[in-house]
């Protein structure tokens, strides 16, 4: 009679017990989506106001190059940034869309892989910006014309305007082996994660992981 009273009380443990390891497992999940979707929706203030900035650089672009048609070194420095602000802009747009079809409510596996496909897609805008290395100049021909009314493109020196060049063509070479290296699976090398995080990614690599405490708990 006591062995029997005995697994009584066990299993009454044992039930008692896997009910408190559910409760905590809710909780914990509860927790930990609710920061995540907090994270979230920091990022997608972020991506808006990114799409904002980028949409009223290339408002600004478009003026300056329309209202210097005559002056194609203008109209050409101007075109080269559009291309990158652009993409900005769309980049931003296709992001704030991916965040707002998170489903909060399903399983931590289908919220972590939208976020991390969120994540290669703000490492892919970032591959893209460094391309615009080489193109630097462009902005030094219009911050020119814009800030001093100078035309630096007719009135800049021989000697200046080859070590501009130089210079540019050094940075093709950086801006290619930038773009291979900044990609999802070298996340993990410390250079790519800190650059990340430092170019708005910060928010997407706190969700990932609140999302990896919770498997790990349920594991």
């Known amino acids: 009679m006591e062995m029997e009273e005995l697994l009584n009380a066990w299993k009454t443990y044992d039930a008692k017990l896997d009910h408190s390891l559910s409760l905590n497992r809710a909780m914990l999940r509860e927790m930990k989506v609710d920061k995540t979707r907090s994270r979230m929706q920091r990022t997608l203030v972020a991506r808006g106001v990114e799409a904002g900035i980028f949409s009223l650089l290339t408002i600004a672009l478009c003026v300056f190059a329309v209202n210097r048609l005559p002056y194609p070194e203008f109209v050409l420095a101007a075109g080269v940034l559009l291309v990158f602000y652009i993409l900005g802009f769309a980049g931003s747009i296709k992001q704030i869309v991916m965040i707002s079809q998170i489903d909060y409510a399903g399983s931590v596996v289908d919220i972590q892989r939208k976020i991390e496909q969120i994540t290669a897609h703000h490492l892919q805008l970032i591959r893209l910006s460094m391309l615009s290395l080489p193109f630097y100049t462009a902005y030094i021909v219009i911050g020119f014309e814009l800030f001093f009314g100078v035309n630096i493109f007719k009135q800049g020196n021989h000697d200046w305007w080859v070590g501009q060049l130089i210079f540019s063509a050094f940075m093709i070479p950086l801006a ?29 690599t706190k969700a990932v992981q609140f999302l990896h405490d919770i498997e790990k708990f349920e594991k």
């Open 176 to 204: 290619l082996w930038l773009y291979r290296k900044i990609r999802p699976d070298n996340i993990h090398l410390k250079w790519v994660k800190n650059l990340t995080t430092s170019l708005g990614g910060s928010s997407l």
